[in-house]
């Protein structure tokens, strides 16, 4: 079972991005999917989560507005699109699922995890 995170980079202030997370190994067409992630010194922090069937989704406060979570079941495929970025956007994004309801946090022992994907917000 693998997490394979992607599309992050270095962009300025108010640009975009958009990450990418393709599972293999199995189908999560019936788990949450989202992202989470840690800037240098901090805790890693839950991002955005979608459920199953795409049609529920949570933000964090920070970005709630700015970041659009989306989903592709028949690619297996999570992205997040986060428009207006800001200095404090800058972390490694990971992206996670879950078989059980996530609206403000992951669980790093009970969900799968990606490798992160590092975005880096310039000013």
């Known amino acids: 079972v693998q997490l394979q995170a992607s599309g992050g980079g270095l962009v300025q202030v108010g640009g975009s991005l958009r990450l990418s997370c393709a599972a293999s190994g199995r189908s999560f067409s019936g788990y949450f999917m989202g992202w989470s992630r840690q800037a240098p010194g901090e805790d890693r922090e839950f991002v955005a989560s979608i459920s199953a069937s795409g049609g529920t989704t949570y933000y964090v406060d920070s970005v709630k507005g700015r970041f659009t979570i989306s989903r592709d079941n028949a690619k297996n495929t999570v992205y997040l699109q986060m428009n207006s970025l800001k200095p404090e956007d800058t972390a490694v994004y990971y992206c996670?699922?879950?078989?059980?309801?996530?609206?403000?946090?992951?669980?790093?022992?009970?969900?799968?995890w990606g490798q992160g994907t590092l975005v880096t917000v310039s000013s």
């Open positions: 996670a699922a879950s078989p059980v309801l996530r609206k403000s946090r992951w669980s790093d022992a009970n969900d799968y």
